[in-house]
């Protein structure tokens, strides 16, 4: 894997015509009493470093501000942690990042999001992008590390009751995830709520206990570090395959 850190404005060039470079999108956002607000950063951050190692390539320093968190999703409003920009601001931040690895050289770029509201703002900065020729001669793929992980496996892992991407929040994905790669930031509480939230619904006002339990959309109690090192290497591997596929690496 090259150092992202040893690049000089004399060797990015060339590096970045011969390597993959995998940008991590984050966010800093409450996840519950037992996780760190950096979830949604250190997520992707891992798992593109396990990648970059597999396929020579380098990990690009991490947007660590995501767009807003909805109340529906994770966001709180009377919970304390979340530190959101506007999407559209997002969106002009993120083009004017890639715009600018690909002036300086790298010709394969992977956007790896690990924040649920970030998407459509990632698709749609990657979208201008390609509208003004900023991506003429290079591949992109832009994917959140939770589309690469087949319904199978998660049926097999949580029995067939695993509640949906968009009920995940602080829940028992991540949370075995980072009993995985960071046990030493894992609280010992684990918060189940009842009624995980019903997918595409925004409501106004919101009850915040039936929003979520102390900030967790779903379970915590099935989680476990032998969950989360299954989840990882899939993610890992279905996205080694997918740059292999699309980036033509040997």
Same mark, same amino acid.
């Given at each position: 894997?090259?150092d ?5 404005s004399?060797?990015?060039?060339a590096?970045g015509g011969?390597g993959i470079?995998?940008l991590?999108?984050?966010s ?8 760190p607000l950096t979830?949604d950063t ?6 593109a ?5 597999r396929?020579r390539g ?5 947007i660590?501000?995501?767009a807003?968190?909805?109340?529906q999703?994770?966001?709180s409003?009377e ?7 506007r999407?559209s601001? $997002?969106? !002009?931040y993120v ?6 690895y690909?002036?300086?050289g790298? /010709?394969? @770029?992977? +956007? ?5 509201e970030n998407?459509?703002? $990632?698709? !749609?900065?990657?979208e201008?992008c390609r509208?003004?020729g900023k991506l003429a001669?290079? /591949?992109? @793929?832009? +994917?959140s590390w939770w589309?690469?992980?087949p319904?199978?496996?998660l049926?097999?892992l ?5 509640p ?5 929040h ?7 995830l ?7 930031l894992?609280g010992?509480?684990?918060?189940d709520?009842p009624?995980?939230p019903?997918a595409?619904i925004?409501?106004f006002?919101v ?6 339990s102390?900030?967790?959309?779903g379970?915590t109690s099935n989680a476990?570090?032998?969950i ?10 279905q996205?080694?395959a997918?740059?292999r596929e699309h980036?033509?690496?040997p």
């Amino acid at each position: 894997m090259g150092d992202f850190e040893t690049l000089t404005s004399e060797t990015v060039r060339a590096a970045g015509g011969n390597g993959i470079l995998i940008l991590p999108v984050g966010s800093v956002e409450q996840h519950g009493p037992h996780l760190p607000l950096t979830v949604d950063t250190e997520i992707p951050a891992r798992v593109a470093a396990a990648v970059a190692q597999r396929t020579r390539g380098f990990v690009a320093p991490a947007i660590s501000y995501g767009a807003r968190s909805l109340p529906q999703s994770g966001g709180s409003p009377e919970l304390a942690g979340t530190v959101h920009v506007r999407g559209s601001v $997002l969106t !002009e931040y993120v083009k004017d990042v890639i715009c600018g690895y690909v002036a300086s050289g790298f /010709r394969s @770029i992977v +956007v790896l999001n690990g924040h649920f509201e970030n998407e459509c703002f $990632l698709f !749609e900065a990657l979208e201008i992008c390609r509208e003004k020729g900023k991506l003429a001669g290079a /591949r992109v @793929i832009a +994917v959140s590390w939770w589309s690469l992980v087949p319904d199978a496996l998660l049926d097999r892992l949580f029995g067939g009751r695993f509640p949906g991407w968009h009920a995940e929040h602080a829940s028992a994905v991540e949370t075995s995830l980072l009993l995985h790669l960071r046990k030493e930031l894992v609280g010992t509480e684990r918060v189940d709520h009842p009624e995980p939230p019903r997918a595409g619904i925004y409501l106004f006002p919101v009850e915040p206990a039936k929003a979520s339990s102390r900030g967790v959309l779903g379970k915590t109690s099935n989680a476990s570090a032998e969950i989360g090192a299954a989840l990882f290497e899939e993610i890992c591997s279905q996205l080694e395959a997918l740059v292999r596929e699309h980036m033509g690496r040997p």
